[in-house]
């Protein structure tokens, strides 16, 4: 058996220290002008109190700075973990990568545009520790333009009627979670996005906690395409088989009209003894409408099980981890 050797360093690293009781997952995307901000006021907030904590920083293939800033916290404090992905994943793939890698018993998620406040987290926390799996920041005097809130209250509607859930703001990452009630939903997080809206459907409990929340400095990156694309993608992740009944609904509506057309076209043409062409070949139209909504509704249960069986490529790929 080969010999292995140690070097001794000397250098305290995230191994050699104890789990601590919270963890912070912060997504970063060209954030190199907030990081070291962000960084300051976390341990201010968090530095006086009684947990002992490790912040994660999940660098989403940024194309500034932001990489570099964190290696420097990480050099300088052993509690700054940090991974970067090889390109821009989007958000929900870097929270997964931070959940994955967060050892305390209470994870905080947050963005590090600083729009989320670092002084509300341990309010967070204690919501968790008081006895809630999930505690739900729910973003107060908010200061989104009404381009980007407004649909946001439309998705968020949506989410309520298909989760069951009624909280009254699903988008804000800011939240804090007890790890047992993250880890049955690892094997979905990243693929699905809306994380809180995902641990929240497996019955986790829930209370709301305001937070505070700053207008963001620069452009929003959910232009109106971008949200119209995640109003669909909650409608294809949320809603039971949305394809199934749109063609149940099909085919149920084209065959109850098919059925009443051609009642009415029996009685005309037994009453007024004159056969009408063109309304029978409307029926025909209308029952081949609602065969192929039903056999729509049928496809639709072979594409989802076809498509929970094969998405087995990595939602993200690691270019550094620290």
């Known amino acids: 058996m080969a010999r292995i050797e140690t070097v001794e360093t000397g250098r305290v690293t995230e191994a050699d220290l104890p789990a601590p009781d919270v963890s912070i997952v912060v997504t970063l995307f ?3 002008a907030s990081v ?7 341990i201010a907030a968090l530095d006086s109190g009684p947990r002992t904590f490790e912040l994660i920083f999940v660098d989403d293939g940024s194309t500034d700075g932001t990489f570099a800033a964190v290696e420097r916290l990480h050099g300088g404090d052993p509690r700054v973990r940090a991974v970067r992905f090889k390109r821009n994943f989007g958000q929900h793939p870097a929270m997964h990568a931070g959940l994955s890698r967060a050892r305390g018993d209470v994870v905080v998620t947050m963005d590090g545009d600083l729009q989320n406040q670092p002084e509300d987290i341990p309010r967070l926390v204690e919501a968790v520790e008081a006895g809630n799996d ?4 729910r973003r107060r005097a908010r200061k989104d333009p009404v381009g980007r809130s407004l649909p946001s209250r439309v998705i968020n509607g949506m989410l309520r009627r298909f ?3 009624p909280i009254s703001d699903f988008g804000c990452a800011f939240n804090a979670y007890r790890r047992g009630a993250v880890e049955p939903m690892l094997g979905s997080i990243g693929k699905q996005k809306f994380t809180k809206a995902l641990i ?3 019955g986790a409990s829930v209370i709301e906690v305001d937070v505070a929340h700053a207008p963001r400095h620069g452009p929003s990156r ?4 971008r ?4 109003a669909l993608h909650v409608l294809a992740g949320y809603w039971p088989q949305p394809i199934q009944w749109i063609g149940v609904l099909l085919g149920a509506v084209s065959s109850l009209l098919a059925f009443g057309l051609g009642i009415y076209g029996v ?3 037994i009453g007024e003894s004159n056969f009408p062409g063109p309304l029978f070949g409307g029926v025909a139209v209308l029952s081949v409408l609602g065969i192929q909504g039903f056999i729509l509704a049928l496809i639709g249960e072979y594409l989802g099980r076809i498509q929970r069986d094969v998405e087995g490529r990595p939602i993200y790929t690691i270019d550094r981890e620290l």
Request: glycine share 10%.
């Open 134 to 137: 999930v505690a739900s920041g």
């Open 30 to 32: 060209n954030e190199a």
């Open 227 to 230: 949200l119209t694309r995640l």
């Open 200 to 202: 929240l459907s497996g």
């Open 267 to 269: 009685v005309f043409w």
């Open 163 to 165: 989760t069951g859930v």
């Open 36 to 42: 070291e901000e962000l960084y300051r006021r976390t």
């Open 222 to 225: 959910y232009s109106p395409l």
